[in-house]
């Protein structure tokens, strides 16, 4: 699977928001110990912040939680089209080489439903992000990812995978109120 | 780590936090009306204006209201709770009712602007019943205050849930427990057993306070299952039968003693209907009108009677019974007894008295009819002699229907308009006379000799009733004359017969009133017998009346056929101015005198007014005496009478003009004398010289002798037969001189002058009646002629 060739620009608003968010400062992977543990704190304050942000802007678009060791997130993600709103499970992984290596965000329920898309949902970032991550690492975390990948991703892919018809309201309205 | 879970719980609960609104309120207002505009949303508006309520919302707010309050809210409260217009609520609230009712609260209804759920009365009825089961009753009125529902309501709440929900019986409008029933059963019941005389339930209520709903249905349902032992009259009156059995056993114990019990008795022994008591108890008795009697008491009375019977007595029927009766007691009882009727119906007794609860055997009847003949007579002579005068208008009626049916025929109309109308006395005094002579007709009439073959029974009894008007219209203050005498003498009558009848049966003093009554029964035999008595008496007695009457016209007639003949000899000798006058004179002093008397007479005859003196020819009457006479007439006569004897007496009179006077009365009283014509002015004349001849013959006085030739000369010469008293004999003597020889005149001269000398100095004449005799006799020839 090769990434998208168009170009992903991140609109104003994405710019204005990822501003507020605070730079992560440790960089540690989840084998360094107690750094690991700095590190998830800033991730989490990150997190925090972005939600606050989101909810007083009124365009709340995900929910996200971890393991105890931070390593393993899941939550839900949704997009609001044409009054209707999609919700697709979250789930990922960090990799080992974290904070270095980009985190791959997955959305297990769109496998096989569209080539933006590797092996096992994981959406497929394309170029214009991961030299973004790696420009700033270790100042970006999950929080980053959030607001520069995945929001993005499913800003372009999930209108044309409803107007294709792969994607159906009833498959993935609110699961729960 | 700590702060690691911290911050873990921080993102949770950042995340889980409502976002921030975004949209003002102006907005919101707008999106909603877009969303109505587009029918999309469908929303209430609250009275607050805060909130939007879909229709759907608002039915889940009315019934968790409803369950709220426990099934039970008003309609219009919930305006002011849910803040929604009432016209929402309404139509809510039939929504609700339309549909399916929700599990929680069972059937909906709405009543009296409330809506009510079916839980609700369930609970309701479980409240109830609670009270119930503490107040032991309750009024449904009450309870309808209480839950400010209707009674009926109530009722239809509560009667499906009686014995299930609720354990009670409903009566009048309350509720009572089973318990409270048997409570109220057992008080009555011991308060009935109790009474021992007849009682009034509703005081019985009053006293004892009982509930008068289950009062009547309990009395029935103790008398039904025999627990209680009486009877119920009406609804109103409980009689213990206890108190029946004593009452019974009082009423037989006296009614077998005494034989007779009073109605009036049996009410104050609280006997209702006594009568009907009595003889459904003792169907043998008789039932009178204020007592009930033993037949057995009938049966004694009936001894009594047959013992008095067969030995020809009489006995009181009041005296055979100890108790006192009425009249009406009295025929029921002759009715019940066979033998007392038959007794009456073969003859064997009769009743008498004025209640006739006298009962005279036949025999005794008999004993007592013997004496009547005997008093029948001697009344019956006492009558005939006493009823000449009274008997005067009836005869006046007989006398007028044989002379003049005209007036006899007004009289008969005039009575029935007298009948007619009784205010007018007038009318009255002549129309009841003539009615009493009329209708009653009673025995004096059969004894005057009016109607003898007429039904003496029916007379007598006619006569009786008539007397009994009489007495009424003479009390009423008019006056019979006819009947009045009749119920006197009928007075008199019962004393006689009564004396008469102890006289010849003393036995009849024994018993009361016995005689009187004896008299009163035999009364009518003896005015039959007395009838018959005295109609034998003037048989005879009307055979001389007849006689009587007939001279009368004989004279009467002789009389006026006379004077016919005097006045037209007057008128036809024509004899000199002075002389006629003198003759005129003559006949209006004898002649016509003498008729109007005899008129009278036969006017008095016919009134049946014994005049005697009248009668004789040759007595002298005076004018007072005819005026005696002509009082005693009756009006009618009267008044023509009394114009006859004006023309008679009056002063410028003549005999014409009496003549004429004659023929003006003979209208009204009759014709009783006969106009001459020529035929019969020749038999009169016959008559007359015929009469002449004999009594010519006859006599030896000269003077006589001189007066009969006088006239009969001037009948056989002249065909006149003059009336002329002797001292006028010269003037009919001139008078005949022209037929006359000379020597028979001369003869009749010298006579005549002889008797004149002779009655101016009294002495006898001295003359030769033979000479003078044979003159008359021999039509004016002297002996010397021949």
Same mark, same amino acid.
């Given at each position: 699977?090769?990434?998208?060739?168009?170009?992903?620009?991140?609109?104003?608003?994405?710019?204005?928001?990822?501003?507020?968010?605070?730079?992560?400062?440790?960089?540690?992977?989840?084998?360094?110990?107690?750094?690991?543990?700095?590190?998830? @704190?800033?991730?989490?304050?990150?997190?925090?912040?972005?939600?606050?942000?989101?909810?007083?802007?009124?365009?709340?678009?995900?929910?996200?939680?971890?393991?105890?060791?931070?390593?393993?997130?899941?939550?839900?993600?949704?997009?609001?089209?044409?009054?209707?709103?999609?919700?697709?499970?979250?789930?990922?992984?960090?990799?080992?080489?974290?904070?270095?290596? $980009?985190?791959?965000?997955?959305?297990?329920?769109?496998?096989?439903?569209?080539?933006?898309?590797?092996?096992?949902?994981?959406?497929?970032?394309?170029?214009?992000?991961?030299?973004?991550?790696?420009?700033?690492?270790?100042?970006?975390?999950?929080?980053?990812?959030?607001?520069?990948?995945? %929001?993005?991703?499913?800003?372009?892919?999930?209108?044309?995978?409803?107007?294709? =018809?792969?994607?159906?309201?009833?498959?993935?309205?609110?699961?729960?109120? | 780590?700590?702060?690691?879970?911290?911050?873990?719980?921080?993102?949770?609960?950042?995340?889980?936090?409502?976002?921030?609104?975004?949209?003002?309120?102006?907005?919101?207002?707008?999106?909603?009306?877009?969303?109505?505009?587009?029918?999309?949303?469908?929303?209430?508006?609250?009275?607050?204006?805060? *909130?939007?309520?879909?229709?759907?919302?608002?039915?889940?707010?009315?019934?968790?209201?409803?369950?709220?309050?426990?099934?039970?809210?008003?309609?219009?409260?919930?305006?002011?709770?849910?803040?929604?217009?009432?016209?929402?609520?309404?139509?809510?609230?039939?929504?609700?009712?339309?549909?399916?009712?929700?599990?929680?609260? %069972?059937?909906?209804?709405?009543?009296?602007?409330?809506?009510?759920?079916?839980?609700?009365?369930?609970?309701?009825?479980?409240?109830?019943?609670?009270?119930?089961?503490?107040?032991?009753?309750?009024?449904?009125?009450?309870?309808?205050?209480?839950?400010?529902?209707?009674?009926?309501?109530?009722?239809?709440?509560?009667?499906?849930?009686?014995?299930?929900?609720?354990?009670?019986?409903?009566? %009048?409008?309350?509720?009572?427990?089973?318990?409270?029933?048997?409570?109220?059963?057992?008080?009555?019941?011991?308060?009935?057993? /109790?009474?021992?005389?007849?009682?009034?339930?509703?005081?019985?209520?009053?006293?004892?306070?009982?509930?008068?709903?289950?009062? $009547?249905?309990?009395?029935?349902?103790?008398?039904?299952?025999?627990?209680?032992? %009486?009877?119920?009259?009406?609804?109103?009156?409980?009689?213990?039968?206890?108190?029946?059995?004593?009452? &019974?056993?009082?009423?037989?114990?006296?009614?077998?003693?005494?034989?007779?019990?009073?109605?009036?008795?049996?009410?104050?022994?609280?006997?209702?209907?006594?009568?009907?008591?009595?003889?459904?108890?003792?169907?043998?008795?008789?039932?009178?009108?204020?007592?009930?009697? @033993?037949?057995?008491?009938?049966?004694?009375?009936?001894? &009594?009677?047959?013992?008095?019977?067969?030995?020809? =007595?009489?006995?009181?029927?009041?005296?055979?019974?100890?108790?006192?009766?009425?009249?009406?007691?009295?025929?029921?009882?002759?009715?019940?007894?066979?033998?007392?009727?038959?007794?009456?119906?073969?003859?064997?007794?009769?009743?008498?008295? !004025?209640?006739?609860?006298?009962?005279?055997?036949?025999?005794?009847?008999?004993?007592?009819?013997?004496?009547?003949?005997?008093?029948?007579?001697?009344?019956?002579?006492?009558?005939?002699?006493?009823?000449?005068?009274?008997?005067?208008?009836?005869?006046?009626?007989?006398?007028?229907?044989?002379?003049?049916?005209?007036?006899?025929?007004?009289? @008969?109309?005039?009575?029935?308009?007298?009948?007619?109308?009784?205010?007018?006395?007038?009318?009255? !005094?002549?129309?009841?006379?003539?009615?009493?002579?009329?209708?009653?007709?009673?025995?004096?009439?059969?004894?005057?000799?009016?109607?003898?073959?007429?039904?003496?029974?029916? *007379?007598?009894?006619?006569?009786?009733?008539?007397?009994?008007?009489?007495?009424?219209?003479?009390?009423?203050?008019?006056? !019979?004359?006819?009947?009045?005498?009749?119920?006197?003498?009928?007075?008199?009558?019962?004393?006689?017969?009564?004396?008469?009848?102890?006289?010849?049966?003393?036995?009849?003093?024994?018993?009361?009133?016995?005689?009187?009554?004896?008299?009163?029964?035999?009364?009518?035999?003896?005015?039959?017998?007395?009838?018959?008595?005295?109609?034998?008496?003037?048989?005879?007695?009307?055979?001389?009346?007849?006689?009587?009457?007939?001279?009368?016209?004989?004279?009467?007639?002789?009389?006026? &056929?006379?004077?016919?003949?005097?006045?037209?000899?007057?008128?036809?000798?024509?004899?000199?101015?002075?002389?006629?006058?003198?003759?005129?004179?003559?006949?209006?002093?004898?002649?016509?005198?003498?008729?109007?008397?005899?008129?009278?007479?036969?006017?008095?005859?016919?009134?049946?007014?014994?005049?005697?003196?009248?009668?004789?020819?040759?007595?002298?009457?005076?004018?007072?005496?005819?005026?005696?006479?002509?009082?005693?007439?009756?009006?009618?006569?009267?008044?023509?009478?009394?114009?006859?004897?004006?023309?008679?007496?009056?002063?410028?009179?003549?005999?014409?003009?009496?003549?004429?006077?004659?023929?003006?009365?003979?209208?009204?009283?009759?014709?009783?004398?006969?106009?001459?014509?020529?035929?019969?002015?020749?038999?009169?004349?016959?008559? $007359?010289?015929?009469?002449?001849?004999?009594?010519?013959?006859?006599?030896? &006085?000269?003077?006589?002798?001189?007066?009969?030739?006088?006239?009969?000369?001037?009948?056989?010469?002249?065909?006149?037969?003059?009336?002329?008293? /002797?001292?006028?004999?010269?003037?009919?003597?001139?008078?005949?001189?022209?037929?006359?020889?000379?020597?028979?005149?001369?003869?009749?001269?010298?006579?005549?002058?002889?008797?004149?000398?002779?009655?101016?100095?009294?002495?006898?004449?001295?003359?030769?009646?033979?000479?003078?005799?044979?003159?008359?006799?021999?039509? /004016?020839?002297?002996?010397? !002629?021949?």
């Amino acid at each position: 699977m090769s990434s998208t060739s168009s170009p992903r620009s991140i609109d104003a608003d994405t710019k204005a928001t990822v501003q507020k968010l605070p730079m992560l400062t440790v960089k540690a992977g989840p084998r360094d110990g107690e750094e690991w543990i700095k590190r998830v @704190k800033e991730e989490y304050m990150a997190l925090i912040t972005y939600q606050k942000v989101n909810k007083e802007a009124g365009n709340e678009w995900f929910r996200i939680e971890s393991n105890p060791m931070g390593t393993r997130w899941t939550g839900k993600v949704w997009y609001v089209h044409e009054l209707l709103k999609y919700e697709f499970d979250l789930e990922f992984d960090l990799p080992v080489g974290y904070p270095a290596t $980009a985190p791959e965000l997955a959305l297990p329920e769109l496998d096989g439903k569209t080539e933006k898309m590797y092996r096992g949902g994981k959406i497929c970032l394309d170029s214009h992000f991961r030299p973004l991550w790696a420009r700033n690492v270790p100042h970006f975390g999950i929080a980053h990812a959030m607001a520069l990948g995945m %929001g993005p991703w499913l800003a372009v892919e999930i209108p044309s995978l409803i107007a294709n =018809g792969r994607v159906k309201h009833e498959d993935f309205c609110a699961k729960s109120s | 780590m700590e702060e690691l879970l911290a911050l873990q719980a921080e993102l949770a609960k950042v995340q889980s936090a409502p976002s921030s609104f975004k949209l003002s309120e102006p907005n919101v207002v707008e999106v909603v009306q877009k969303l109505v505009e587009l029918g999309l949303l469908d929303v209430l508006y609250t009275m607050n204006g805060k *909130e939007y309520l879909t229709p759907r919302q608002l039915l889940r707010e009315v019934e968790d209201e409803l369950a709220a309050r426990g099934g039970r809210v008003n309609v219009t409260e919930l305006v002011a709770i849910l803040h929604v217009d009432l016209p929402y609520i309404d139509a809510a609230v039939a929504t609700l009712l339309r549909e399916p009712p929700p599990a929680a609260l %069972g059937a909906l209804q709405l009543f009296q602007g409330e809506l009510i759920a079916e839980v609700y009365l369930d609970s309701l009825a479980e409240e109830i019943a609670l009270q119930l089961h503490g107040a032991g009753r309750l009024s449904i009125g009450e309870l309808a205050v209480q839950h400010t529902l209707t009674s009926e309501f109530l009722l239809r709440l509560v009667e499906p849930r009686l014995g299930s929900a609720i354990d009670a019986t409903l009566s %009048g409008g309350a509720l009572y427990t089973a318990a409270y029933v048997a409570r109220h059963t057992a008080r009555v019941r011991g308060v009935l057993s /109790g009474v021992t005389r007849p009682v009034s339930l509703p005081q019985l209520v009053r006293e004892h306070g009982f509930n008068e709903s289950l009062f $009547a249905d309990c009395v029935a349902e103790l008398l039904a299952c025999g627990r209680l032992r %009486g009877a119920l009259y009406g609804k109103s009156t409980f009689t213990p039968e206890v108190y029946t059995h004593a009452q &019974q056993a009082a009423v037989l114990s006296f009614f077998t003693q005494n034989g007779v019990i009073e109605y009036a008795a049996l009410s104050k022994m609280q006997v209702k209907d006594p009568r009907a008591h009595m003889l459904a108890q003792h169907a043998d008795g008789i039932a009178l009108s204020s007592c009930f009697i @033993k037949r057995e008491l009938l049966e004694a009375a009936e001894a &009594q009677v047959e013992e008095a019977c067969t030995s020809g =007595g009489a006995i009181d029927l009041y005296g055979c019974f100890t108790f006192t009766l009425t009249d009406e007691d009295l025929e029921r009882l002759v009715a019940a007894s066979p033998s007392i009727s038959s007794l009456l119906s073969t003859g064997r007794a009769v009743r008498l008295g !004025d209640e006739r609860s006298l009962l005279a055997s036949s025999a005794l009847i008999e004993a007592c009819a013997k004496p009547l003949g005997e008093l029948a007579a001697a009344i019956a002579k006492e009558k005939g002699t006493a009823h000449v005068q009274t008997a005067a208008s009836k005869d006046d009626e007989a006398h007028g229907s044989s002379k003049k049916g005209g007036k006899a025929k007004a009289g @008969k109309s005039k009575g029935k308009k007298g009948k007619g109308e009784d205010g007018d006395d007038d009318d009255e !005094d002549e129309g009841g006379g003539k009615r009493g002579g009329k209708k009653g007709k009673d025995w004096r009439d059969a004894a005057l000799g009016g109607d003898l073959d007429d039904d003496d029974d029916d *007379e007598v009894g006619r006569g009786k009733k008539g007397g009994k008007k009489g007495k009424d219209k003479k009390k009423a203050g008019g006056v !019979d004359m006819n009947a009045a005498p009749a119920s006197s003498s009928e007075d008199d009558l019962l004393p006689r017969l009564e004396e008469k009848l102890l006289q010849a049966v003393p036995s009849l003093e024994e018993t009361t009133d016995l005689a009187a009554a004896m008299a009163a029964h035999l009364l009518p035999k003896l005015l039959q017998m007395v009838a018959t008595a005295v109609a034998e008496l003037q048989a005879s007695g009307v055979a001389e009346r007849r006689k009587a009457v007939q001279a009368a016209q004989e004279r009467l007639r002789s009389l006026s &056929q006379n004077l016919q003949l005097f006045v037209k000899a007057n008128q036809a000798a024509d004899l000199p101015p002075a002389d006629a006058e003198a003759l005129d004179e003559a006949l209006l002093k004898s002649t016509c005198l003498e008729l109007f008397t005899a008129m009278l007479h036969s006017e008095a005859v016919h009134a049946g007014i014994h005049l005697p003196h009248l009668a004789d020819p040759e007595a002298d009457v005076t004018a007072s005496e005819r005026k005696e006479a002509m009082a005693l007439l009756p009006p009618k006569p009267r008044g023509a009478l009394q114009a006859l004897e004006k023309a008679a007496v009056g002063k410028a009179s003549t005999p014409t003009a009496f003549l004429e006077a004659l023929w003006v009365a003979e209208e009204v009283l009759g014709e009783q004398c006969v106009r001459l014509d020529r035929k019969r002015e020749k038999t009169a004349l016959a008559e $007359a010289r015929a009469m002449l001849r004999s009594q010519l013959e006859s006599t030896d &006085q000269a003077e006589v002798a001189l007066h009969l030739s006088t006239l009969l000369l001037e009948i056989d010469l002249n065909g006149l037969f003059f009336a002329a008293p /002797g001292h006028l004999l010269h003037i009919l003597i001139s008078h005949l001189q022209p037929k006359l020889s000379p020597a028979a005149h001369a003869a009749l001269s010298d006579c005549y002058a002889e008797v004149a000398a002779s009655q101016k100095q009294q002495t006898d004449v001295a003359f030769d009646t033979e000479a003078v005799r044979h003159i008359g006799l021999n039509k /004016g020839r002297a002996k010397g !002629d021949e």
